[in-house]
C-alpha cells in the first residue's frame, strides 16, 4: 500500500542553524501539506501546497519557514535560522483531491 | 476562526465496552472531517473521513456521524479492545486547504 515517507525520523541541530525536512507524498497525490506537534500539545497546521505553490500557510509559517518541490518526488520544508521553540514533529501529509489526508511518520526536530 | 474541541481529553474503560468520543467545531462551514488514531510517538492513522453532505461513515467497528448545522461529531467504538487504546483526534478541513485539529481524546481500554 502506497505511503508517505519522511527523513530523517530524528534531527538534532543547534539553534540558529537551518534544516531541511523531506517528505515524499504518495506518488499520484496533489496536494501537499505540513503540519507541527509540540510535545503534549495539538497537531498545527503550517501549510498547504498544490500546483507548485503555497494554497494557504498558518500564522505560525512565517518569513523563517519554506517549502519546496524540488523535483517529482519530493516536498521539502525548511526552517532558517531556528529556535529552542522550533522543537516538535513535523509531520507531512498528502491527499490526491481535497479529501482525505495521508499522513507521513514525521520527522522529531530536537533544537539545542 | 474555526476552534475544534474534543470531549472527554481522557478516558479510561474496561475491555468490550462500547464509547463514545466527541468533537465539536465552532464555524459549520466545512468541507469534511476526519477522524485519525495516533499511537504514542507515531504518526496518524486515518480512521474515517465524513464529507460535508455526509451523515455518517462506518469502518468495521468504527461508526462516526456527523451534524454540520450544530457543529458536533462522534465516533462510536463498539466492543472496545485493548489494541485500541490510543489518541484519537478530530480534525476539521476548513475547505481552503487548511485542517484544523482538536487536543484529542486518550483512550486507555483495560484488559
Known amino acids: 500500500e502506497p505511503e508517505v515517507t519522511q527523513t530523517p525520523s530524528h534531527q538534532v541541530t543547534q539553534m540558529g542553524q537551518e534544516v531541511i525536512l523531506r517528505c515524499v507524498p504518495i506518488s499520484n497525490h496533489l496536494y501537499f501539506y505540513w503540519y507541527r506537534q509540540i510535545l503534549g500539545q495539538k497537531v498545527e497546521f503550517l501549510v498547504s501546497?498544490?500546483?507548485?505553490?503555497?494554497?494557504?500557510k498558518s500564522e505560525i509559517f512565517d518569513d523563517q519557514f519554506s517549502v519546496e518541490r524540488p523535483d517529482g518526488s519530493n516536498f521539502t520544508l525548511k526552517i532558517r535560522s531556528t529556535k529552542l521553540e522550533d522543537s516538535a514533529m513535523y509531520f507531512c501529509?498528502?491527499?490526491?483531491?481535497?479529501?482525505?489526508?495521508?499522513f507521513g511518520p514525521g520527522t522529531r526536530l530536537t533544537v539545542t | 476562526k474555526q476552534e475544534v474541541t474534543q470531549i472527554p481529553a481522557a478516558l479510561s474503560v474496561p475491555e468490550g465496552e462500547n464509547l463514545v468520543l466527541n468533537c465539536s467545531f465552532t464555524d459549520s462551514a466545512i468541507y469534511n472531517l476526519q477522524w485519525f488514531r495516533q499511537d504514542p510517538g507515531k504518526g496518524l492513522t486515518s480512521l474515517l473521513l465524513?464529507?460535508?453532505?455526509?451523515r455518517e461513515q462506518t469502518s468495521g467497528r468504527l461508526n462516526a456521524s456527523l451534524d454540520k448545522s450544530s457543529g458536533r461529531s462522534t465516533l462510536y467504538i463498539a466492543a472496545s479492545q485493548p489494541g485500541d487504546s490510543a489518541t484519537y483526534l478530530c480534525?476539521?478541513?476548513?475547505?481552503?486547504?487548511?485542517?484544523?485539529f482538536g487536543a484529542g481524546t486518550r483512550l486507555f481500554v483495560k484488559a
Open positions: 480534525a476539521v478541513d476548513t475547505g481552503g486547504f487548511k485542517t484544523i
Open positions: 465524513i464529507q460535508s453532505s455526509q
Open positions: 501529509a498528502s491527499n490526491g483531491s481535497p479529501t482525505e489526508q495521508y
Open positions: 501546497f498544490y500546483n507548485n505553490e503555497i494554497s494557504e
